[in-house]
């Protein structure tokens, strides 16, 4: 049989080959696997992973549908209240409420109102009077702002942490009114007050000085507490802005930058790491609340770790959805707790990725995808969350290193030259009750 497979030309020996080979192959490959698990750990390689999925992107853009059902809500509760005999007068005293309808509010909302006040009086029933007073009233309200561009007010109420301790030692934690500021006009003249012997208030604006270092500036700072006080009085309209939020899950101060913005009326992007039926639910029900005309919630899953995510997330902002970015939050961040000096890990180089690496990644995508659809002189502000934690606390792995090498960013606008296309502004987050 050789002989005869030799004279043929046939190399018996031909798949044995290829099996070694590929067995070689196979060896090889595992070989660089496991070194490669063995340096850099489970926990990154798996925190890399790309999650972005077009197919799960949710958009929220129904504002006028929740404005009617709000609204027929507000008059159907009070016609229970006069029913039963506690409403006896019109109750429009909830000011947030009642902004949020006037920031929805478009023709069709005023029309069913007029024609809701007009059916509830054509009943001649004096019990239905208050709610028919709150139909004409908030028919009213609503007419005198189609005009007006929706606007952020900040209308909630002000208050303040208690903790208490028992006598057993168990701790609980409260939030109660404010005692020193019942409104937001005495809580932002307090935050201002910088009579304290040329220490700057709490909140303050820095400007960088010539020898690079960043010092307090009471005229920008000023100017700054205007800003609020007008925004306290007046509001402030996003209308016709962008903007993307990382980091933005329940309870952090992500999630209040996106609430703020759909108020005033912006498109926002945001994203989340932990995508599932009651993330989205979260948002929508933001959305139901908070958005208000021609605001638009897009939700997409997104890991701040992946760079194949930061490609498709740029991608489908500018392709996909032709949006051009005014603002960016990149809030996206990983908890580090009981990492020290001698027991870092796979999981600080993961948050080190995610809070810094991909940050700097996450910008120079924004800049490459502005300049390709030539978005110049509207550049996005990012604001970056910046922190007076560098290394104090201890214990939380590569975090103080994260936030001062954001520092460096705004060396580099100047000497990489980001200013058509990028602006840049830092966030000193201290110690809040928020994350």
């Known amino acids: 049989i050789v002989v005869l497979a030799r004279y043929a030309g046939i190399d018996l020996r031909q798949d044995g080959r290829l099996a070694e080979s590929h067995q070689a192959i196979a060896k090889q490959l595992q070989t660089?696997?496991?070194?490669?698990?063995?340096?850099?750990?489970?926990?990154?390689?798996?925190?890399?992973?790309?999650?972005?999925?077009?197919?799960?992107a949710r958009q929220f853009d129904s504002y006028w549908n929740w404005a009617r059902q709000d609204a027929y809500e507000w008059i159907q509760q009070t016609i229970a209240m006069c029913i039963t005999g506690v409403a006896t007068d019109v109750d429009v005293s909830n000011k947030e409420r009642l902004q949020q309808l006037q920031n929805r509010a478009d023709v069709q909302l005023?029309?069913?109102l007029a024609a809701t006040a007009k059916i509830l009086g054509a009943s001649n029933k004096d019990v239905l009077l208050p709610a028919i007073q709150l139909a004409q009233s908030l028919h009213d309200a609503c007419k005198s702002t189609l005009s007006q561009l929706p606007v952020f007010r900040e209308l909630s109420g002000l208050v303040q942490p208690k903790t208490c301790i028992s006598a057993s030692g168990e701790a609980s934690y409260t939030e109660i009114p404010r005692t020193s500021e019942h409104t937001w006009t005495d809580y932002i003249g307090h935050m201002s007050d910088d009579s304290h012997h040329d220490i700057p208030p709490h909140i303050h604006l820095c400007e960088k000085s010539k020898n690079g270092q960043w010092l307090y500036d009471k005229q920008l700072s000023s100017t700054y507490y205007d800003g609020l006080s007008d925004i306290n009085q007046q509001g402030t309209s996003f209308v016709g802005r962008t903007a993307l939020v990382t980091g933005c899950g329940r309870g952090s101060i992500g999630a209040e930058i996106v609430r703020s913005l759909l108020m005033g009326g912006a498109k926002v992007l945001a994203t989340t790491s932990s995508y599932s039926r009651q993330t989205t639910l979260f948002f929508e029900g933001m959305y139901r609340k908070y958005g208000s005309r021609g605001s638009e919630l897009m939700v997409v899953p997104f890991n701040q770790g992946s760079v194949q995510d930061i490609d498709s997330l740029v991608a489908f902002v500018f392709g996909q959805l032709g949006w051009d970015l005014d603002y960016v939050f990149p809030f996206a961040a990983v908890s580090d707790i009981g990492s020290t000096v001698d027991n870092l890990g796979s999981h600080s180089e993961l948050a080190l990725r995610v809070m810094l690496t991909n940050v700097l990644r996450l910008l120079g995508r924004i800049k490459l995808a502005k300049?390709?659809?030539?978005?110049?002189?509207?550049?996005?502000?990012?604001?970056?969350?910046?922190?007076?934690?560098?290394?104090?606390?201890?214990g939380d792995g590569l975090y103080g290193e994260s936030k001062i090498a954001l520092e460096t960013v705004f060396n580099r606008w100047t000497s990489e030259m980001w200013r058509g296309y990028i602006s840049i502004a830092g966030a000193v987050i201290g110690w809040t009750r928020g994350t």
């Open 32 to 56: 660089n696997i496991d070194n490669t698990t063995a340096e850099f750990g489970d926990e990154l390689i798996t925190g890399v992973l790309p999650r972005f999925d077009t197919r799960k």
């Open 110 to 112: 005023v029309q069913m």
């Open 371 to 394: 300049a390709k659809y030539k978005s110049v002189g509207r550049p996005a502000l990012v604001v970056l969350p910046l922190s007076p934690n560098h290394g104090n606390f201890g």
